[in-house]
């Protein structure tokens, strides 16, 4: 279902009066306020079979202010609540950082940032949105290219509209572009890239001309903003996701997360792309483009057993691109490529990878 940032934030907003106006009810019954939310227990993550993706159960968790135990969590939460409606209203945004120091001013004590964000995660679970929806993000570290044009929703921005194409090094997908009205594109498709390098190379060589592609670059695991933009990119444009990364059981993962999310996310369904295709760099690649490859370590073989029993790796092919990672207990980098030349990922692996998926 496609719903603008807009929306999702008035949604959000409409979620937190609610909220306040049941605590503020309780305490004028002389009844001590509670809050229910989904225990994220991993008793209660379930692997749903129709989303694809890890979900949280049935199972509830209540915080209740007549417990002298759950004083403090339920404390930190309505202090949250209240300090991330306040940035709607505002129109401000917060990083993760800010919500651990701003709690400072109100004498709310987090004992680390790590207790604040686990917080952050229970507010989530609480109104079943994303951080994002509530103008609350970690630091920028991912990045866009191409012709994409947008318009900004962001006080004293609004309106103003910029096409991506317009900085070679990318835009990062930060809070201003995440909530951006995604205008209109030439592209027909978007390849995420698990490395700066490959999505530099990608822009010399003109990927977003020769294939009509926004080029988006993951910076690794990627962050939780891009998972959604890459969303929007899918669900609002129609835009089909093909993700490249390093032929590794790390990189496998990578693809995964961005395609069915991750068991740390169970509470939220809307982070992933279900139809994204991971194109590559696969173990089977390494020997069918002789690709030069170190040797496994053991906690890449590790990794490799763990995702063969995870099951969202139950399709076929990733089963045998785990087993081959196994047997020859080789990986190689998206850099390998550079054996035959700069270019080779674009003229010749890409091509030969856009085939296949036309074939199939």
Partial sequence: MKTSPIVRKKEVRKLLTELGAKIYDDINLGVFPEISMPSRSVKNIVYDKDLKQYVVGQNVVKRSSKNIKHIRPFTQTIWLAFFVEKLLREGKTSTLRDVYYSAQAFNIDFKDQAESDEIITDLEALLRKAREDYNVYPEERSAIYGDLTIEYTVPGHEGKRLNLVSHPDGYLIGPSLSTAELVKTSANVVFAVEKGGLFTRFVENKVHERYKALIVDTAGQPPRSTRYFLRRLNQEL???????????????????????????????????????????????????????????????????????????????????ELDMFIKKQKKAELEAFSKYSLDYIVDKYLPDKLKGIKEN
């Fill in 238 to 320: 129609g835009l089909p996701i093909y993700v490249l990364t390093d032929a590794d059981p790390y990189g496998m993962h990578i693809y995964m997360v961005i395609a069915s999310g991750s068991a740390n996310a169970a509470h939220l369904t809307e982070l992933t792309v279900p139809t994204a295709k991971w194109i590559g760099v696969t173990a089977t690649d390494i020997e069918t483009y002789k690709l030069p490859y170190v040797k496994l370590k053991d906690e890449d073989i590790k990794r490799a057993y763990e995702l063969k029993n995870d099951p969202r790796y139950k399709d076929a092919t990733f089963q045998k």
